[in-house]
């Protein structure tokens, strides 16, 4: 149980083009999911809480224009990276917690490997 | 603020034990937790502590200090598919997980 998928799992966009990313919780209702990006040998950076039917909260520095978020469901939350450039070429992992978990455990997805050139 | 401290890098010998040390300093705290994450994947969860203690599962156990806001994973018998970078997480009072930079685990036969 508790499994969380993402798609794509790799993509390469021209720059300026704008890239949809999907994180499913396949077997169980995530009231929360969380998005987070990672540079080569660097740790997890979290980029924004998402909660189902209310505005994402983003963390500092992270443009929520450029990154926007939607939670439209318990099972679903999108990533989309508007006008991409070459520096948010990245590895993007969503996590989400499942719904009344005991500590939060949040599970993660495989993650999308975005190349922008 | 709040800060997550884990070596870098660590080396091991195959069927030896190791232990990968975590120190942390959060706004309130709501358990420590540790995971796997093989180069190019998404991580996956290894452990869960919030009261003192060990906690064993299998080869792997976890020691959390709630006092001196430290935590180890304790890696037996080790294996060559162990290697891997092991993550350290302390989730605060906003249940937002503070997440370490990783330690780097490299296992020689």
């Known amino acids: 149980g508790a499994v969380v998928s993402q798609h794509p799992s790799w993509v390469i966009c021209k720059s300026g083009t704008s890239v949809k990313i999907e994180c499913r919780s396949l077997d169980f209702q995530a009231t929360t999911m969380f998005w987070y990006r990672q540079f080569p040998k660097q740790s997890l950076m979290l980029m924004a809480t998402s909660n189902e039917g209310s505005k994402a909260t983003y963390e500092q520095g992270v443009e929520k224009d450029k990154f926007l978020i939607n939670h439209a469901s318990l099972t679903l939350s999108t990533l989309t990276v508007t006008s991409a450039h070459p520096e948010d070429s990245s590895f993007y992992i969503c996590s989400a917690s499942p719904a009344g978990s005991d500590y939060n455990e949040q599970f993660f997805g495989p993650g999308t490997r975005l190349t922008v050139l | 603020g709040q800060n997550i401290d884990q070596p870098t890098e660590m080396t091991a010998t195959e069927g030896a034990i190791v232990q990968i040390n975590c120190t942390y300093q959060?706004?309130?705290?709501?358990?420590l937790f540790w995971y796997q994450q093989h180069a190019g994947e998404a991580p996956t969860f290894l452990s869960y502590?919030?009261l003192d203690g060990l906690e064993e599962k299998g080869r792997f156990s976890s020691f959390l200090s709630r006092s001196k806001g430290y935590s180890y994973l304790l890696l037996k018998e080790l294996q060559m598919k162990d290697s891997a970078s092991y993550l350290c997480a302390a989730m605060d009072s906003n249940y937002q997980l503070i997440w370490g930079a990783g330690t780097k685990l490299i296992i020689k036969p």
């Open positions: 502590n919030v």
């Open positions: 959060t706004s309130g705290f709501n358990g």
